[in-house]
Nanobody, 126 residues
Framework: VQLQASGGGLVQAGDSLRLSCEAS???????MGWFRRAPGKGHEFVAI????????EYASSVKGRFTISRDNTKNTVHLQVDSLKPEDTAVYYC?????????????????????WGQGTQVTVSS
């Protein structure tokens, strides 16, 4: 599956963005999600959503501010990011994986996902 992320930008603290990721292939077969990478840091788990959309999981740092959703009819996954903070500044990557692991550690590990998009930059100024 190929992933194309969009929607990033330069915003002020407290603003909102809607990140989108369009996928090719049999989209509904994949667990979808987002990771991010801030300058000088490794990939950080943000959120994932199950194949049907019934289950979601968020990093504690974004829970309550970010919302992940998917539309299997349009092969698209979205990440609504509200109440942005300067520490949310990062490149956001759309990801896809074949399974929803029973292990939370694995679900939040970048190595568990086979497919990565090119990333979209989110910069939040204070």
């Amino acid at each position: 599956v190929q992933l194309q992320a969009s929607g990033g930008g330069l915003v002020q603290a407290g603003d909102s963005l809607r990140l989108s990721c369009e996928a090719s292939g049999t989209f509904s077969r994949y667990v979808m999600g987002w990771f991010r990478r801030a300058p000088g840091k490794g990939h950080e788990f943000v959120a994932i959503i199950s194949r049907s959309g019934a289950n979601t999981e968020y990093a504690s740092s974004v829970k309550g501010r970010f919302t992940i959703s998917r539309d299997n009819t349009k092969n698209t996954v979205h990440l609504q990011v509200d109440s942005l903070k300067p520490e949310d500044t990062a490149v956001y990557y759309c990801i896809a994986g074949r399974e929803w692991s029973a292990s939370m550690r694995n679900r939040r590990s970048p190595g568990s996902y086979d497919y990565w998009g090119q990333g979209t930059q989110v910069t939040v100024s204070s």
